[in-house]
């Protein structure tokens, strides 16, 4: 559910009209909308209900401040994976003892970044990570509290570049070496275990791989427990997936995920931490774009936008489906055409979607992109020199910009000329 709908015929993010935040800040651009994020994050909250547990957001599906602080005013924690995502969790005001530290490669320069602010946990991925968290921690004085990430070897049925969990992938240790890993882990003077970690994917449309996995990991607990160590916490990562295109069946919701919690863990009576990014994050925002051109090709059209690849990469990078409307809704029966709509960047990778029906839209016309809000503006780079587009908050009859966009002058002067060529 979302609060983008036609309200009068105009496209409306809650009760702003997208026409006018595009007339005040421009085209192309975000727009995330706060009475959705909230909803998403009690979506979560309600199929967790009566289970003690917190939702540590993915960040990384949108990082801007923003949105971190509105979450953490709700009480979310944060999931992160670099001690950039650290930094910002930290400065948009979440308490360290809600951060918890995830990755395959985490360095010892992020490791002391977060054991010096506050850490909720590490979920460490693998032997030579967890010696070398220990030999940090050790070295700071302190203890550093963890979890393993266990790869549970299960198919989480997604597209092959975020799913996680096969024994293939490069993430966690493997389940059948857990065992081993914790006794390691409990002889370290620098590491105190609290938990296990699972991630076994993302965009997963179906709850049967969860169920295999948090099966496995409900057997792992109880192994683990019986070998004398202290797991009180589970964390089952994110991945739950949305829909991006509506005339497919539905992914499974968040009360469906919650039961699935509950039948396969809950008896352990473990404290649960659930790691959800794209589900919070991605239908709470568009990407709004202008049409710059109409161009007539040999046998197809093409909807040339002013957004490309670079503001939106999913299309290009996992050939992802997005939903896109125009912004001035199409009276009823209209006729709609099949057209390419393609951003301006110089490769044919630069296509957002293939014959898609659409009505007619001339110059000048404004597009959005739905389930935008997630994986969109933190994936966005300056390829071509196209500025990073601006980023804007919704909350009911309110909007801010809550990234701007950068000059060219800023752009090109975070280069420099090497003295010898001056
Ligand atoms: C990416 C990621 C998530 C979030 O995944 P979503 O599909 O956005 O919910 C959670 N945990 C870890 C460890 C991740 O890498």
Known sequence: MDHFQYQSGALCAERVAIADIARAVGTPFYVY????????????????????????????ANSNQAVLRLMANLGAGMDVVSGGEYARAIAAGVPGERIVFSGVGKTADEMRMALAGGVRQFNV????????????????????????????????????????????????IPIARAREAYAQAAALEGVKVVGIDVHIGSQLTELAPYEAAFTKVAELCELLRADGH??????????????????????????????????????????????????????????????????????????????????????????A??????????????????????????????????????????AGDLVAFRTAGAYGAVMASEYNTRPM?????????????????????????????PLWLA
Do not use: W
Request: aromatic share 6%; hydrophobic share 40%; charged share 25%.
């Open 230 to 319: 202290d797991i009180r916490r589970l964390d089952l990562g994110g991945g739950l997936g949305i829909p991006y295109e509506r005339s497919n069946s539905l992914p499974p919701l968040p009360l469906d995920y919650g039961a699935v919690v509950r039948r396969t863990l809950g008896h352990l009576g473990c404290e649960i931490e659930i790691e959800p990014g794209r589900l919070i994050a991605g239908n709470a925002g568009l990407l709004v774009a202008g049409v710059t051109y109409v161009k007539q090709g040999e046998g197809r059209n093409f909807l040339i936008l002013d957004a490309a690849m670079n503001d939106l990469l999913r299309p290009a990078m996992y050939d």
């Open 389 to 417: 587009i601006p980023e804007v908050l919704v909350q009911g009859d309110q909007f801010a910009v809550v990234r701007a966009r950068p000059s060219l002058e800023e752009i090109i002067n975070r280069d420099s000329i």
């Open 33 to 60: 909308s706060s009475a959705t994020l909230t909803r998403h994050y009690q979506v979560f909250q309600e199929a967790l209900a009566g289970m003690d547990h917190l939702i540590c957001y993915a960040m990384k």
């Open 125 to 172: 991925e693998s032997e030579p990570e967890l010696l070398a968290l220990d030999a940090v921690a050790r070295e700071m004085g302190l203890c550093a509290p963890i979890t393993i990430r266990v790869n549970p070897d299960v198919d989480a049925k997604t597209h092959a570049k975020i799913a996680t969990g096969k024994s293939e992938n490069k993430f966690g």
């Open 321 to 362: 489906y997005h939903e896109i409307i125009p912004v001035v809704e199409p009276e009823a029966g209209v006729e709609t055409r099949p057209i390419d709509i393609v951003g301006p960047v110089c490769e044919t990778g630069d296509t957002f979607a293939r014959q898609r029906a659409m009505p007619p839209l001339a």
